[in-house]
């Protein structure tokens, strides 16, 4: 009887891409799995194939999210350069969230891989907390770790001003790297 529930290859695939799209939260592959009443490692092939498509889908911390296209002029992006220690990480993330500034991504130099990148996108505190919970939950590395905490993120702001504020913060608290040297 559960199997004549289950979806099947490309209509699942099309069911999982139309719920990411409609969803404004980020959506973790167990509840997509239970929603297609498949494993979560089926979820995981899927979205690596619909990736493969070129569909804009990102696994985040917080699950998978559909990357819309905004207007340029609706928000402001820089890329900053930035260090610290591991026990550090939550307090740079919760002072970026708190001038209301997004943080997209977390990049660093390899020296065998070069440039590695990997999603973080959280804009609150709430969404710092989960993070960081998860990092510490799955024994995870900062890709920092790889670099002696030099890495760089790209941030996301509604306006420059915010951008100016959090550099300026992110500075002060002694977490920036000055880049005029």
Same mark, same amino acid.
């Given at each position: 009887?559960?199997?004549?529930?289950?979806?099947?290859?490309?209509?699942?695939?099309?069911?999982?891409?139309? +719920? *990411? &799209?409609?969803?404004? #939260? @980020? !959506? =973790?592959?167990?509840?997509?799995?239970?929603?297609?009443?498949?494993?979560?490692? %089926?979820?995981?092939?899927?979205?690596? +194939? *619909? &990736?493969?498509?070129? #569909? @804009? !889908? =990102?696994?985040?911390?917080?699950?998978?999210?559909?990357?819309?296209?905004?207007? %340029?002029?609706?928000?402001?992006?820089?890329?900053?350069?930035?260090?610290?220690? @591991?026990?550090?990480?939550?307090?740079?993330?919760?002072?970026?969230?708190?001038?209301?500034?997004?943080?997209?991504?977390?990049?660093?130099?390899?020296?065998?891989?070069?440039?590695?990148?990997?999603?973080?996108?959280?804009?609150?505190?709430?969404?710092?907390?989960?993070?960081?919970?998860?990092?510490?939950?799955?024994?995870?590395?900062?890709?920092?770790?790889?670099?002696?905490?030099?890495?760089?993120?790209?941030?996301?702001?509604?306006?420059?001003?915010?951008?100016?504020?959090?550099?300026?913060?992110?500075?002060?608290?002694?977490?920036?790297?000055?880049?005029?040297?």
């Amino acid at each position: 009887m559960l199997e004549e529930k289950k979806l099947l290859g490309e209509n699942r695939r099309d069911f999982l891409l139309q +719920l *990411l &799209k409609e969803s404004n #939260e @980020p !959506i =973790i592959g167990g509840e997509l799995a239970k929603i297609a009443n498949v494993s979560r490692q %089926v979820i995981v092939n899927d979205i690596t +194939l *619909l &990736k493969a498509k070129s #569909e @804009p !889908i =990102i696994a985040t911390s917080q699950g998978y999210l559909y990357l819309r296209q905004q207007k %340029v002029s609706d928000q402001y992006e820089k890329t900053i350069a930035c260090n610290h220690t @591991p026990e550090q990480a939550e307090n740079e993330l919760n002072l970026i969230v708190d001038h209301g500034v997004t943080v997209k991504d977390v990049k660093i130099e390899h020296p065998v891989y070069g440039d590695l990148t990997a999603s973080i996108m959280v804009s609150n505190r709430r969404q710092v907390k989960q993070f960081i919970e998860k990092v510490k939950a799955t024994k995870a590395v900062y890709l920092s770790n790889l670099t002696h905490g030099i890495h760089i993120h790209t941030i996301v702001a509604k306006s420059e001003q915010q951008l100016i504020d959090v550099e300026n913060a992110l500075n002060n608290a002694g977490f920036l790297i000055n880049t005029n040297e």
